[in-house]
């Protein structure tokens, strides 16, 4: 059964400034998705970034950033230039690819912008 | 396009009752997902409908917890009867065949239990 670790449970930041929240997975499959969601305080899980097991490049979506590292088994999220609109909780969450598959998610992190 | 509709928004039920939540994803997804969260914990995977079979209810608790989704479109989850540590937000997700670009979730049913 795959595993997904967040082991920060709370974070801040200043506004402005970058941040980095880590996550770690255990699996025994080479093919396979990780994502980014956050959730603010209204509960929808909003997609942040997504990225391909396969594909060594790491991803990037504006502000957000990815460091996939696929030998660790991390796959960190940094935000660049924190908004107050960025607090929210964040969950790492890891999918197989096959048939049938589903979402994992770690515990999250709370990440807090202050101004 | 709309988004994955929950109702009702907030529950507050007495333990032994029963409590049922309302899910309609978007239009043309063939795959309806339905999360509990846990106050503090990440989302767990109760049961996955693709259109109106069930693929994974490994985890629903199924002497108390019942689902179905009539039709492949909308869904009910259905507890009865409930107890406290029922108390968590239901998610529903719903996502198209090719699913590896994440699914769409609505803004879940947060149920009490006292």
């Known amino acids: 059964a795959q595993t997904v670790t967040q082991s920060q449970p709370e974070m801040s930041v200043q506004e402005a400034e970058t941040v980095t929240l880590s996550c770690t997975y255990d699996?025994?499959?080479?093919?396979?998705?990780l994502f980014w969601y956050k959730q603010p305080p209204s509960r929808q899980m909003i997609l942040v970034i997504r990225?391909?097991?396969?594909?060594?490049q790491n991803a990037t979506e504006n502000r957000f950033s990815v460091n996939f590292q696929k030998a660790a088994k991390s796959f960190s999220l940094k935000i660049s230039d924190s908004q107050l609109g960025d607090t929210a909780m964040y969950f790492c969450?890891?999918?197989?690819?096959?048939?049938?598959?589903?979402?994992?998610f770690g515990a999250g992190t709370i990440l807090r912008v202050k101004s | 396009e709309a988004g994955v509709a929950q109702s009702p928004r907030y529950k507050i039920i007495e333990k032994r009752q029963s409590v049922a939540f309302w899910c309609n994803p978007i239009?043309?997804?063939?795959?309806l997902y339905w999360y509990q969260q846990i106050l503090g914990q990440g989302p767990k995977l109760l049961i996955q409908?693709?259109?109106?079979?069930?693929?994974?209810d490994s985890q629903l608790p199924k002497d108390r917890f019942s689902a179905e989704r009539l039709k492949g479109v909308d869904s009910t989850l259905k507890i009865q009867p409930a107890k406290l540590e029922d108390s968590a937000v239901y998610l529903c997700?719903?996502?198209?065949?090719?699913?590896?670009?994440?699914?769409?979730f609505g803004s879940g049913t947060r149920l009490t239990v006292v």
């Open positions: 997700a719903s996502s198209p065949i090719s699913r590896y670009y994440g699914y769409t």
């Open positions: 699996t025994s499959e080479s093919n396979y998705y």
């Open positions: 990225q391909e097991a396969y594909k060594q």
């Open positions: 969450a890891f999918m197989k690819k096959e048939y049938g598959n589903k979402l994992v």
């Open positions: 239009s043309g997804h063939a795959t």
């Open positions: 409908f693709q259109n109106n079979g069930v693929v994974d």
